[in-house]
């Protein structure tokens, strides 16, 4: 779409709502072709969802953890250049039945091989038949014929068959602190659009701040930045012939734009469609309502030391432990779980290894009272870190019912130390089962705890960021609309859910949506070529069409 000359000396004036990873990367590219550019956020500050916090005594992350793949990938550029310390995992998880019982170094590898197998097999499954599989087939679903298929038993008799299959599908509940929704409202049909860029995952041990402070530099320096205003509504008119933008905030004000750029959280926008007059068109508002958005929530509990890190006795006979290995396993959206950390072929000996980086809790029938449901607990060890990174505190993920009862939790406080209170009585029977835990030893009791709570947070939607559940009918196409957004009215969208489909859900998803969209604008106004939309436009070259 071609926009009206201006008259001459005018530059075009684009408003940004929303200064996270999108918005900021969208006003770094208007900026560079000469637009003005004003960026409207709700919050006191910028980054959006990717933030930190200190309050621990050690800056972490509250929002993502992870780079997701290594091949050319901008955010790993930005970590580079940052000098940002991030780390890679050994694949080693720790794992915990029903009952609380550890199993056995061998029993993990191979109840974790198994179920990265199996999400192989899932994602080439989607990928091959995405147009016949029923919008209602789950992954779960997927997982049960499967675990049907590894542990026949003709009669239904055989107790120890039967036991290995509940095992397995257990375990697959963790595909839920992925996306942020339990793995049985994961749709089958859509999984493609979870495989994400190749390489490594990276967890980012430094934490994002210094790849924050990088993305939002030009949009500080150059554009006017409204902080702690919350738009009401948005306003496509003409004036005088000319299009025109109007944007209402809580204040009352009213400001007048040439273009409107909506990066709001998914979340935000199915609770404020009514925001946009005229209303928006019918098949977006279709696609805003059909992709899903989930919850992924996490809390950090901070101890006086890392007692589960000492070395473990029952591995120390110089033994080498079993690591999983997978290396054909597409690479998915990796919030919590090894994907592709392992560098080296050699297997490591036990004598020199801190405890695993992931502990996963499979549905836990000895809390009845915290945890009447079972749902499952996952956690990564900080301690584990590099050694200038790591600190003595365990990172639990939640996501779906776990993630909204820990946020009733908090709501319903009634003070931080009641909170405090509530997290510590609700995971303490997780952390309780680590090696060395003794209930009279202070080591081991914690001294803070930290919920991130998104949950409860008005401006991201009550949520962390979209996945893709059954009953999704046309979901690529959805994010495609969201993505096209209505330029004719000078209303665009940007965020992780307009990104390519090989980065939806990720920090690198959002910077490409906000950069793809800043080259469309450029482009209508004869500013430059756009450079063929950018990545965020077009989505992935190997992903459209599937």
């Known amino acids: 779409m071609i926009r009206q000359a201006l008259?001459?000396?005018?530059?075009?004036?684009?408003?940004?709502?929303?200064?996270?990873?999108?918005?900021l990367r969208c006003a770094d590219t208007l900026l560079q072709h000469g637009v003005r550019v004003t960026i409207i956020e709700g919050r006191d500050r910028v980054g959006g969802r990717l933030c930190q916090s200190n309050q621990l005594g050690h800056l972490v992350d509250l929002g993502p953890n992870w780079i997701h793949g290594t091949d050319n990938n901008p955010i790993l550029d930005l970590a580079r250049d940052t000098k940002t310390i991030t780390n890679t995992w050994d694949g080693r998880q720790s794992i915990?039945?029903?009952?609380?019982?550890?199993?056995?170094?061998?029993?993990?590898?191979?109840?974790?091989?198994l179920v990265w197998k199996v999400i192989?097999?899932?994602?080439?499954?989607?990928?091959?038949?995405?147009?016949?599989?029923?919008?209602?087939?789950?992954?779960?679903?997927?997982?049960?014929?499967?675990?049907e298929e590894m542990f026949p038993d003709l009669y239904n008799t055989d107790e120890k068959t039967k036991m290995k299959r509940d095992k397995l599908l257990s375990m697959a509940e963790m595909w839920g602190a992925f996306v942020g929704s339990p793995i049985q409202r994961q749709s089958l049909k859509f999984f493609w659009l979870e495989e994400c860029i190749d390489g490594e995952n990276l967890f980012v041990a430094e934490t994002y701040h210094k790849i924050l402070a990088q993305i939002a530099a030009p949009a500080l320096e150059k554009a006017d930045i409204k902080l702690g205003h919350k738009v009401t509504r948005v306003v496509s008119k003409e004036d005088g012939g000319a299009l025109k933008v109007d944007v209402e905030l809580t204040d009352h004000d009213t400001m007048s734009f040439d273009e409107v750029v909506m990066t709001t959280p998914l979340g935000w926008l199915k609770r404020n469609q009514n925001a946009f007059v005229p209303s928006l068109l019918p098949r977006l508002i279709q696609g805003i309502e059909s992709i899903s958005y989930g919850t992924l929530d996490k809390v950090y509990i901070k101890f006086p030391s890392a007692f589960w890190n000492r070395p473990v006795q029952e591995s120390c006979n110089g033994a080498t432990i079993p690591v999983v290995r997978h290396e054909s396993t597409p690479n998915v959206t990796a919030k919590t779980a090894p994907?592709?950390?392992?560098?080296?072929?050699?297997?490591?000996?036990?004598?020199?290894?801190?405890?695993?980086?992931?502990?996963?809790?499979?549905?836990?029938?000895?809390?009845?009272?915290?945890?009447?449901?079972?749902?499952?607990?996952?956690?990564?060890n900080l301690a584990a870190l590099p050694s200038t990174t790591a600190h003595p505190t365990l990172l639990f993920y939640t996501f779906g019912p776990t993630s909204e009862h820990i946020a009733s939790?908090?709501?319903?406080?009634?003070?931080?130390?009641?909170?405090?209170?509530?997290?510590?009585?609700?995971?303490?029977?997780?952390?309780?089962?680590?090696?060395?835990?003794?209930?009279?030893?202070?080591?081991?009791?914690?001294?803070?705890?930290?919920?991130?709570?998104?949950?409860?947070?008005?401006?991201?939607?009550?949520?962390?960021?979209?996945?893709?559940?059954?009953?999704?009918?046309?979901?690529?196409?959805?994010?495609?609309?969201?993505?096209?957004?209505?330029?004719?009215?000078?209303?665009?969208?940007?965020?992780?859910?307009?990104?390519?489909?090989v980065a939806l859900?990720?920090?690198?998803?959002?910077?490409?949506?906000?950069?793809?969209?800043?080259?469309?604008?450029?482009t209508a106004y004869g500013l430059g070529t756009g450079e063929n939309g950018g990545k965020g436009e077009n989505g992935s070259a190997h992903r459209d069409g599937v």
Not at 11 to 18: A, E, F, L, T
Not at 414 to 437: I, T, V
């Open 120 to 147: 192989e097999e899932a994602m080439e499954y989607s990928n091959a038949h995405t147009a016949t599989i029923p919008a209602s087939k789950s992954l779960m679903d997927f997982f049960e014929e499967k675990a």
């Open 505 to 522: 859900g990720t920090v690198t998803g959002a910077y490409w949506a906000g950069e793809g969209v800043a080259r469309r604008i450029v």
């Open 7 to 23: 008259p001459k000396g005018r530059i075009p004036h684009v408003c940004i709502v929303g200064a996270g990873v999108a918005g």
């Open 339 to 380: 994907l592709h950390q392992f560098s080296s072929p050699e297997p490591k000996i036990a004598s020199n290894y801190h405890y695993p980086g992931f502990t996963h809790w499979t549905s836990p029938h000895y809390a009845p009272d915290t945890n009447p449901h079972g749902w499952n607990q996952e956690c990564v």
């Open 409 to 501: 939790l908090l709501r319903h406080a009634g003070s931080p130390e009641a909170g405090q209170g509530a997290l510590l009585e609700f995971f303490e029977p997780y952390y309780s089962r680590l090696p060395h835990y003794s209930a009279s030893d202070a080591d081991c009791k914690p001294v803070a705890a930290l919920a991130t709570a998104w949950a409860n947070d008005e401006l991201a939607g009550y949520g962390s960021y979209c996945n893709f559940q059954v009953g999704l009918e046309r979901g690529d196409e959805d994010i495609e609309t969201m993505r096209k957004g209505m330029p004719e009215r000078g209303v665009w969208f940007a965020g992780e859910h307009t990104a390519p489909f």
């Open 96 to 113: 915990f039945d029903r009952l609380g019982h550890r199993l056995s170094e061998k029993d993990s590898a191979h109840y974790t091989e």
